[in-house]
């Protein structure tokens, strides 16, 4: 069999019997626990743009040589369309992903991923130095491996690749601090996602040190062990470029006073699920994004002239932020909160947004909790949970019923509207009687 063939499955060749599976409409091809006999389906993978191998341990390899690869090969390799390899459910000896890597400097390989797989000792990455690879994405979901602590020597062989690697993602796998030194071999990393993982307050300035992560633009740091709002704020001060960040499933708290003041470039913010029972500040002042449902807010009086959606699902709300603190908003999101109606004057203001979400609060029908919402749905800005989704709470009559269904009398409801221009006839009247 060709050498660029076993080469290919350098990290697939297992002992357990196993054959791959080439689906030709999504150009995906599987192989599960290849053996020796079953090699001969990886030609069918050879037309996929996405590989994946599962299943297995690799030890037994960890001398595979990849080296000296002739000049027919190398051409044959470059042709290959595949562009992500996934490795999942592996035990892989350390030492032999370096050899790996090296030959994937002979592809078209942009996006490499490891799923629950355990990386054992230690490779000799010197021999990395001054390699350059096509992997752009690299991601690493539920691993195990040696601490990151005291390896910036093995990160900086790799650093002609890894200074230009765009997306870093290392979830669930048990990470508990980012070395200074390893940030700043990532220069031109746009996207990083350490979520699930053992990160605390303490760990992030070291993290995130002046010279790391230049240009980062997506942070998420989604369900660690953060707990401090000041000390997050502190901590990614130095990322300039940051645009989008995500504290969401940490249990943040507020603190006494804070000067903070968060990378300007930031756009999205991401607070949701984070037990908050307030609005925590300062705020980033340029924000476009802000997402605080699934929290225990009772109140949100804050005032962003550029904010342009605002998520507060699934709080403690007992009404409707003001509208006219948010000049841009054309997207808030109000479900599954305590309010029992939208007063007439808001009302207005909601109807020159684009999409309005309103659904599973106890509404008082009796007035303006079901005429605004019936104006609004006129107006077509209720989102997809009209009308199924918006029921009345009160009073008994109405109760359960939808508030689609409740007739609105304008007299009861908007009385001004009729009242107003009957003081104006009788007034009018009056003056022509005199």
């Not at 689906?23 to 743009?49: D, F, H, K, M």
């Not at 409740?406 to 009687?433: T, W, Y």
Request: proline share 5%; net charge negative.
């Amino acid at each position: 069999m060709n050498v660029a063939v076993l080469l290919l499955l350098g990290l697939g060749l297992l002992e357990a019997e196993g054959r791959c599976f080439f689906n030709r409409t999504q150009e995906y091809c599987v192989c599960y626990n290849l053996s020796q006999e079953s090699l001969g389906s990886i030609i069918q993978c050879l037309p996929a743009s996405v590989v994946e191998f599962r299943g297995g341990e690799l030890e037994r390899y960890a001398a595979f040589p990849i080296s000296g690869l002739d000049s027919s090969t190398i051409e044959m390799l470059d042709s290959l369309v595949i562009r992500k390899i996934i490795f999942g459910d592996l035990l892989v000896p350390e030492i032999l992903l370096a050899q790996v890597l090296r030959f994937f400097s002979y592809t078209q390989v942009q996006e490499l991923v490891f799923e629950s797989c355990i990386f054992k000792g230690r490779g000799n990455w010197a021999e990395m130095a001054g390699q350059n690879l096509p992997i752009l994405s690299l991601h690493f979901h539920n691993v195990t491996s040696a601490p990151l602590t005291g390896r910036e020597q093995d990160f900086f062989s790799l650093s002609s690749w890894l200074e230009s690697l765009e997306e870093l993602a290392v979830t669930a796998s048990h990470v508990t601090s980012l070395p200074c030194g390893i940030g700043r071999v990532f220069r031109a990393l746009r996207s990083l996602d350490v979520a699930q993982n053992s990160l605390g307050d303490e760990s992030l300035m070291p993290a995130f040190c002046e010279g790391a992560f230049p240009q980062l633009q997506v942070l998420s740091l989604q369900r660690n062990n953060l707990t401090s709002y000041h000390s997050v704020c502190k901590s990614v001060q130095l990322l300039r470029e940051l645009q989008h960040l995500d504290l969401s499933q940490n249990k943040l708290m507020a603190d006494l006073s804070s000067s903070c003041q968060w990378p300007m470039a930031l756009r999205i913010f991401n607070l949701s699920n984070t037990g908050l029972d307030e609005v925590l500040t300062p705020l980033p002042p340029s924000l476009e994004v802000l997402d605080m449902s699934c929290n225990h807010l009772h109140a949100v009086d804050i005032s962003l002239t550029s904010l342009k959606k605002l998520f507060l699902s699934q709080n403690m709300l007992q009404a409707a932020p003001s509208i006219k603190n948010y000049a841009m908003l054309d997207t808030l999101h109000l479900d599954n909160n305590l309010i029992t109606e939208l007063p007439w004057d808001e009302v207005k203001l909601l109807g020159r947004l684009w999409h309005v979400d309103a659904a599973g609060n106890p509404y008082n029908c009796s007035c303006s909790g079901a005429g605004g919402l019936q104006e609004l749905a006129g107006m077509g800005h209720l989102g997809q949970g009209w009308p199924q989704g918006y029921t009345c709470h009160s009073p008994p009559r109405y109760q359960g019923r939808l508030v689609k269904d409740v007739p609105v009398s304008v007299l009861r409801c908007n009385s001004a509207a009729v009242i107003a221009p009957v003081c104006i006839a009788l007034a009018l009247l009056s003056m022509g009687g005199a």
